[in-house]
């Protein structure tokens, strides 16, 4: 099976997980290879660990793009706060499907989750 065969599998299956279950993922990447990109649940246990004081939070705020009602948010590029209802189909969230399916075929990492990977002996 070509590289390109097994991302697509993999792409295909992430698209048909739940939100938790890709920021699961998604999280591991970041860990692994940008924090910066870390997603966070948005409750306010989350806001008032993440920031040391109201200001702090009202400026993220102000200047990033946050809706109340979505259920996560990331910190963008200037250290605000950007808010996605969906994860994978919202335009302005973080998560890359593409990206995270390279990250998982480097080093076959997709054996660590729960993926269906059926490899045909005769397209190896």
């Known amino acids: 099976m070509t590289y390109e065969n097994l991302k697509e599998m993999l792409i295909n299956q992430m698209n048909e997980m739940s939100e938790d279950e890709i920021m699961y993922l998604w999280n591991d990447y970041a860990y692994d290879c940008d924090s910066d990109d870390v997603i966070y649940e948005n409750d306010a246990d989350e806001l008032n660990e993440l920031f040391k004081s109201p200001s702090d939070a009202i400026r993220a705020i102000y200047f990033g793009d946050y809706t109340f009602n979505d259920p996560y948010f ?51």
């Open 74 to 124: 990331y910190f963008n590029d200037y250290g605000n706060i950007q808010s996605v209802y969906n994860l994978i189909r919202d335009t302005n969230s973080v998560v890359s499907l593409s990206e995270l399916a390279d990250w998982l075929l480097e080093d076959e990492r997709y054996e660590n989750y729960d993926f269906e990977i059926d490899i045909d002996d005769d397209d190896k």
